[in-house]
């Protein structure tokens, strides 16, 4: 069973940087797209950004594209998500995911998620 750990979480001022971490057990790290989802309070969980199996393509969703950048090192079975000039509004559980599919919902496997809060 693919087990997801994720870490990097805290608080934050408004402009500032985090590097969220998903370490991978459980199964083959190269079998997945991994993905990053969040879910602020009284929101539904929402899509943040995804990539392909060995990082060959990604996608963001608009509401962070040139401010967030997923990665992943093969080699370390890890993904990262680097968020950069954060917003009060980017307050959210972050949750990494793992997919046998390239797509943007109903990812196969969730870690517990990590709280991020972005001061105003």
């Known amino acids: 069973q693919v087990q997801l750990v994720e870490s990097g979480g805290g608080l934050v001022q408004t402009g500032g940087s985090l590097r969220l971490s998903c370490a991978v057990t459980g199964g083959t790290f190269t079998d997945y797209v991994m993905g990053w989802f969040r879910q602020a309070p009284g929101k539904e969980r929402e899509f943040v950004a995804i990539?392909?199996?060995?990082?060959?393509?990604?996608m963001h969703a608009d509401a962070v594209k040139g401010r967030f950048t997923i990665s992943r090192d093969n080699d370390k079975n890890t993904q990262y998500l680097q968020m950069n000039s954060l917003k009060p509004e980017d307050t959210a559980v972050y949750y990494c995911t793992a997919d046998k599919r390239f797509r943007t919902t109903g990812p196969d496997f969730w870690g517990q998620g990590t709280q991020v809060t972005v001061s105003s």
């Open positions: 990539i392909s199996y060995r990082g060959a393509h990604t």
